[in-house]
């Protein structure tokens, strides 16, 4: 019988008074009832292609609509599943409203080269960009730009497109060295977007503060409100009239081994109010919807390579803080790719030979042993080694080397994560070592 596959919350996002809660992985979400933490729905975009191994879906919501991009393909998705699917080339999602999906080609104009010391570099011409709509339930707008493209916000008033307006102006900052600036414009669509944009036929209007930020983006993102006045009054979720920020204490502002707290401020001052503990570990995502606050907590300590992500509901008038329980995802999973048996061995042979020589440059590490671990999928790297962190125990970190759908990931930075983990000991306590070994 296959291992039954959970829901690993990564973004959250309040859509129509439901929450979403979407997985780090698999095209799935759960559909929560916000007054009762119970799970509504079920939902997934499976028909839709995963993206390339090591990348992420990109999750982009204006709070009725949600849509999802996989690689190439983008597709709206409702509670009964995917709702509509268009492929939009090279471009990327960054925007939902008016009824649309709206996709730009994020290419930065080439500053150019110095063709001498002392001498500007000299810009070749803009490149021209791409705006793609997708209209729900209808066709496929591919509209040229004259100059690359870099974002767009919907408003009340319209759409804005962000254009890079001018090629880049260099500054010098040594004999032989320059800085770039690059330039930025907004245009203006009140109305429908022509069939070809260009930049001196339309008004340049800027939109100003109030647009949705990264962590409206889905609810999701790394970025959420720190515990500061300035920030917290701005950028926190506002909940019980105050203004939350979701995170580590303020003397703890790295790490997964620290208290995790929401702290309630007033909308106005920015004056702490309230404080809650949630426990200990590191903060994935947070978002307001139906009156809580809601939190994707990875506990500390934890094993890297499959993290037990937790989602909370806080009820900011009280404190109480609830776990949403586990919701099982098995039958609406991606199937595994089909690999040869020898094309498994020489990729996993290969990043476990990374770490041969681990001991010639990581200081301190000694009696290292790097061995292939696991099975196909969930096959990966572990190093074992000696370290004076721990005295007469072991350290032991695992990479997983194949994603959860059998394709092979690299990890190029891996050494040089752990190097830096080991000079500032973001490592979980000793006391948390078993049979003498201490997962990191």
């Known amino acids: 019988m296959p291992e039954r596959r959970f829901l690993r919350p990564r973004l959250l996002a309040a859509v129509d008074g439901a929450l979403w809660v979407v997985d780090e992985f698999q095209p799935v979400a759960a559909l929560v009832e916000p007054g009762t933490g119970t799970v509504r729905e079920v939902v997934d975009w499976r028909s839709l292609a995963p993206p390339e191994p090591g990348h992420s879906a990109e999750i982009v919501t204006d709070g009725s609509r949600i849509w999802v991009q996989q690689g190439s393909s983008v597709g709206w998705v409702d509670e009964t599943g995917l709702r509509q699917a268009a492929e939009v080339g090279g471009t990327h999602l960054c925007a939902v409203g008016r009824g649309a999906a709206w996709c730009v080609d994020w290419h930065s104009p080439d500053p150019g080269r110095s063709p001498g010391p002392g001498i500007a570099p000299v810009p070749p011409p803009m490149p021209e960009g791409r705006l793609v709509i997708v209209a729900e339930d209808g066709p496929t707008r591919v509209i040229p730009v004259d100059r690359p493209a870099q974002h767009v916000e919907i408003r009340a008033d319209g759409a804005y497109l962000e254009v890079h307006s001018e090629p880049p102006t260099a500054t010098p900052v040594s004999s032989s060295g320059w800085t770039f600036t690059y330039h930025h414009d907004h245009l203006w669509f009140p109305a429908e977007v022509p069939d070809r944009i260009e ?129 099982d995802i098995t039958d609406r999973c991606w199937s595994p790719v089909s690999l040869p048996e020898d094309e498994i061995e020489a990729h996993a042979n290969r990043e476990r030979a990374v770490f041969d020589d681990v001991e010639r440059y990581l200081r301190g590490v000694a009696d290292a042993r790097s061995e292939i671990d696991g099975r196909w999928p969930d096959l990966g790297v572990r190093l074992t080694f000696r370290h004076p962190y721990f005295p007469g125990g072991w350290l032991s970190r695992r990479w997983r080397v194949f994603d959860e759908i059998g394709r092979p990931v690299s990890h190029e930075y891996a050494s040089v994560h752990l190097m830096e983990d080991l000079d500032t000991h973001h490592l979980p306590p000793v006391d948390a070592a078993e049979g003498g070994v201490l997962e990191i």
């Open 199 to 327: 930049f001196a036929d339309h008004a340049k209007r800027d939109p100003g503060p109030g647009g949705l930020g990264w962590s409206g983006r889905g609810g999701a993102g790394s970025w959420l409100a720190w515990h500061s006045a300035d920030e917290v009054t701005t950028d926190g979720l506002l909940a019980s009239g105050l203004r939350w920020a979701l995170g580590p204490l303020p003397e703890f502002a790295h790490g997964d081994r620290h208290p995790v707290v929401a702290t309630g401020h007033d909308p106005d001052t920015g004056a702490e109010r309230v404080r809650f503990e949630l426990g200990t570990g590191r903060l994935h995502a947070a978002v307001e919807c139906g009156g809580y606050l809601w939190a994707v907590l990875c506990p500390a300590p934890r094993p890297r390579d499959r993290p037990p992500l937790r989602l909370l509901r806080i009820d900011p008038g009280s404190g109480q803080v609830d776990q949403v329980a586990p919701v």
